[in-house]
């Protein structure tokens, strides 16, 4: 029997080592494999909580212009800001010749869905980055583009957006003044606008996100503050045909020699109802505000003009832009755009609408936008010539806005955000 029983001992030994051998193997290739999810920049389910150990940048700088103190949820946008771009496994190389694609969001996630689809259809756009600009911090927002998987993503969320705000400015301080309250009779705090009104942070908002997105892309972020070339911006309710990023490669290799005088390059008219002219000629119009491009040199252009964008009593970037900034410039600001859009403009409620799934925002809850062949292919001809829209209808110099931004408060803030990534004091620029 012990002649027997030996050789049974030496295969139950042998089993029980290469069970633990195996699982011990399963292990360590686990272990690599999350270490190599990790290295890659995928960091779609990290909370927000998990990324205290990122560096924070510029505090001592914010501290001394006396930015407003930030919340917990605050600190932890603007470091999560700081995390690489996803999705670098799948695309671990940009074209060398990429325009930076620069989408900027508040919270209607219907809208998103419809743009990030439209994206989806691009044509090139796997060979470039995608920034997407959060107003605040929503979810639903967030898992959408935590979704995207068709290019390099990076998020930044805006850390002094009124959303993130509830108790004190830039959101709703407890003894801010109301509609057109005194301000001296009723001991409240705010100055109103023009017309009487003080300010709401719902309004105010959007002019707030657009400036500080512009100061952190161009000189706030790693990924883009080297960049020289062309940067697009787009807006969560514009849908982009599939040529719209070869067209745009096209339009600004084509601007120096075509419209050396144009600021920029669009992909849609200025009228936003308009759907191009059909000619076999470019396009240079005043600047649109659907899917419109420039470079470095344009928004030193713009940085300049830091007083003029922070002062002027209009809540609305754009026509602060048309109204006053552009004018200062001192000649005719012109955009070169095709004769056919490649973007267009579908939203149809007002900026704080759209966040609920009813159906009045979209019809029959779909978007219908005619995208025929031509759409799908780049359009625009290197032999067409330039024709001038002169005399055209819209804000000009004179306007003096439509209020909702009359409050000091919010100059102060728009004006640092101007000065917050340069460590020479430039309040002497403005």
């Known amino acids: 029997m012990a002649t027997i029983k030996k050789p049974q001992l030496k295969v139950a030994a042998f089993r029980r080592f290469l069970s633990v ?25 990290s909370p927000l909580d998990d990324i205290d150990e990122l560096s924070y940048t510029n505090s001592h700088l914010r501290e001394k212009l006396g930015f407003p103190e930030q919340s917990k949820l605050s600190i932890k946008l603007e470091k999560r800001n700081q995390l690489p771009p996803r999705n670098i496994d799948l695309y671990p190389n940009l074209a060398k010749d990429h325009i930076t694609i620069v989408l900027y969001v508040h919270n209607r996630p219907q809208y998103l869905r419809v743009v990030v689809e439209s994206l989806s259809q691009v044509v090139g756009i ?22 995207i998987k068709f290019c390099q993503v990076k998020q930044i969320f805006a850390p002094y957006s009124p959303h993130l705000f509830p108790n004190n ?3 709703v301080s407890p003894n801010d003044c109301k509609d057109k309250e005194d301000a001296a009779k009723q001991h409240c705090e705010g100055k109103p606008d023009q017309y009487g009104n003080h300010r709401s942070p719902k309004i105010v908002s959007l002019k707030h996100h657009w400036w500080w997105m512009m100061n952190t892309v161009w000189d706030g972020l790693k990924e ?17 045909f ?18 050396p005088d144009c600021y920029a390059a669009n992909l849609a008219p200025w009228d936003v109802n308009s759907r191009g002219e059909q ?10 505000n659907v899917g419109y491009s420039f470079n470095r040199t344009i928004w030193r252009k713009i940085h300049r003009k830091a007083r003029e964008f922070c002062y002027f009593d209009e809540y609305n970037w754009d026509i602060t832009m048309w109204a006053t900034v552009y004018p200062s ?33 979209i019809d029959n809850g779909m978007v219908k936008v005619d995208v025929q062949e031509i759409d799908r292919i780049a359009n625009i001809k290197s032999q067409w010539q330039v024709q001038v829209s002169n005399n055209q209808a819209g804000y ?5 806005g439509w209020g909702g931004w009359g409050d000091e408060r919010d100059h102060k803030l728009c004006l640092n955000f101007a000065r917050m990534y340069h460590a020479i004091d430039t309040a002497s620029t403005f």
Request: net charge neutral; aromatic share 12%.
């Open 329 to 361: 410039f001192g000649g005719s600001v012109y955009s070169l755009r095709g004769p056919r859009t490649s973007a267009v403009h579908f939203g149809k409620c007002g900026l704080h609408q759209g966040q609920a799934e009813n159906k009045a925002c």
């Open 242 to 259: 599939p040529n719209a990023y070869r067209n745009l490669q096209t339009l600004t290799e084509l601007k120096p020699y075509k419209c």
């Open 279 to 288: 000619w076999d000629s470019l396009i240079a119009e005043r600047m649109g």
């Open 21 to 45: 051998f195996l699982l011990t193997l399963v292990g360590v290739l686990l272990l690599i494999f999350l270490l190599g999810t990790n290295s890659t920049s995928n960091f779609v389910s």
């Open 224 to 240: 883009t503050c080297g960049h020289s070339g062309h940067i697009l911006f787009i807006e969560e309710d514009h849908f982009i």
């Open 169 to 171: 400015f830039p959101g």
């Open 396 to 400: 000009k110099a004179g306007f003096k």
């Open 126 to 147: 796997s060979e470039t980055l995608l920034i997407v600009s959060h107003d605040g911090y929503f979810e639903e927002m967030n898992k959408i583009v935590e979704g």
